[in-house]
């Protein structure tokens, strides 16, 4: 198993990484800081995950002399919603949970972007652990504290920065993640190479056969960098100030196409691989990235199937307004992260909106 730590101004915890570590969650949770004051448990999960893993979760905790709740929520996007959540909260609040409730959020981005909020809010907050069990959850979503639920204007835009006690990532889930999901998950891998590290980059590049194998030690080396890019980012900027914005790379676009097509159309990584390709195009609109590069990306994206041009029924005045709504955007000033070579970014401010669309045209709409 490996382990990566999280060190921010708030918290401080660890991303467990491996094979089979949900087979003892015991030992796991007695191993959590505070776990002596923890009176019940709370299992948050959805209809697809819950089966799969959640209820087994649910079960080996139940051993152990707590109480454990359980709240299965729908499955898909469009459920990260507030209705949701407070669909949750009032169903904790009748179970008369307490401060002394540990909750853990069983299922990919969805999941623990909304049982996370519910517990920053629930009795002013209380302990959650994230169990994701998808791969844009594990690299992505689980680790560094940004929880929140969607609102019909806007991706994200109601939530908080609020740390887990830890991160269970077990590799062994993946053998019921479907293809789609596991896609749509290397987005979010890949914008790690480009936007911090060439040389994790030119990793994935020469081993897509493992990653679509999904072979275990590539795995765990993969999530493992992945997650360490992330936490070495989240530890100098938890709060978004500055330099935690790099990893919104490929979002602003991502984000604007999801709203444009109401959540029901692209996976969330799928949508993030047609914002980075955006991001690429732009940067060769202001001349500080290479065409060279923009292909190279465009190929490794590709190498998993994942989108890299805009559809041909969603407009360019879609997307800007979708841009106009992001949370990064204030008033007319339009903030982009633009890549300066695979490995490196920067973020732009001001970035003018006809030259948002002259990229926008290059990529098929």
Known sequence: MRVVPVQTASAAYDIHIGSGILQDPQRLVTALPGWERISELLVVS???????????LARSLSDMGRP???????????????????????????????RRTLLLAVGGGVVGDLAGFAASVLLRGIPYVQVPTTLLAQV???????????????????????????????????RTLPVREWQAGMAEVIKYGVLWEREFFDYLAAHTDGLHARDAEVLEYVIGCSCAIKAAVVREDEQERGLRA???????????????????????????????????????????????????????LEAFSLPTMLPADISIEAVLEGIGHDKKTVGSNITFILPEAVGKVRIVDNTAPETIAAALRRMGG
């Open 46 to 56: 959805n209809e697809t995950v819950h089966p799969l893993y959640g209820e087994a």
């Open 68 to 98: 454990v709740h359980t709240y299965v929520m729908p499955d898909g996007e469009e459920f990260k919603t507030w209705q949701q959540a407070e669909a949750l909260l009032t169903s904790a609040l009748e179970q008369r949970l307490s």
């Open 140 to 174: 992505d979503s689980s680790v560094g504290g940004k929880v929140a639920v969607n609102h019909r204007l806007g991706k994200n835009l109601i939530g908080a920065f609020y740390q887990p006690q830890a991160v269970w990532a077990d590799l062994q889930v993946f």
């Open 246 to 300: 790099v990893l919104n790379f490929g979002h602003t676009v991502g984000h604007a196409l999801e709203r444009a097509t109401a959540y029901r159309r692209y996976r969330h990584g799928e949508a993030v691989a047609v914002g980075m390709v955006a991001a690429c195009r732009l940067g060769e609109e202001y001349g500080v990235f290479s065409p060279a590069d923009t292909e190279a990306v465009v190929q490794l």
